[in-house]
């Protein structure tokens, strides 16, 4: 039996964690989607930068180097129509202007902010 994707809809997953990341992916991947998956911000921009499938990133906030949200900045600016999910385990006082899900998140909350996201892609 094949499985369908969805539309062929690629998305990628950023975070450094790399359970986080492995968990997040197959669950995605089990639902239909295309995942790519990026341990970093400047791993993540490359391939946002090189793949113009990719219709969503999911990242983390906290990330050495470039947080998910400088992440989420930047390939927005490269990549307008770029749809944004960040995730994190920690709450954060300043505004964040993408759909957000704090960890732990129930799974079926991820995937329909997914197909939202997809829908404006």
Same mark, same amino acid.
């Given at each position: 039996?094949s499985?369908t994707?969805?539309?062929?809809?690629k %998305?990628? +997953?950023?975070?450094? @964690?790399?359970?986080v990341?492995?968990?997040?992916?197959?669950? $995605?991947s089990?639902?239909?989607?295309?995942?790519l998956q990026?341990e970093?911000?400047a791993r993540?921009?490359?391939l946002?930068?090189?793949?113009?499938? %990719?219709? +969503?990133?999911?990242? @983390?906030?906290?990330?050495?180097e470039?947080?998910?949200i400088? $992440?989420?900045?930047?390939?927005?600016?490269?990549?307008?129509?770029?749809?944004?999910?960040?995730?994190?385990?920690?709450?954060?006082?300043?505004p964040?202007?993408?759909?957000?899900?704090?960890?732990?998140?129930?799974m079926s909350r991820?995937?329909?902010?997914v197909?939202r996201?997809?829908g404006r892609?």
């Amino acid at each position: 039996m094949s499985r369908t994707r969805p539309n062929g809809a690629k %998305l990628i +997953v950023v975070d450094d @964690d790399q359970d986080v990341r492995s968990v997040v992916a197959g669950f $995605l991947s089990d639902a239909g989607y295309w995942v790519l998956q990026a341990e970093d911000g400047a791993r993540a921009l490359v391939l946002i930068t090189d793949d113009p499938s %990719l219709r +969503v990133m999911i990242s @983390d906030i906290r990330m050495p180097e470039m947080s998910g949200i400088e $992440l989420a900045e930047e390939a927005v600016r490269r990549r307008p129509k770029l749809g944004i999910i960040l995730i994190s385990g920690v709450t954060y006082q300043q505004p964040i202007h993408w759909p957000f899900l704090m960890k732990p998140f129930r799974m079926s909350r991820l995937g329909d902010l997914v197909a939202r996201e997809m829908g404006r892609a």
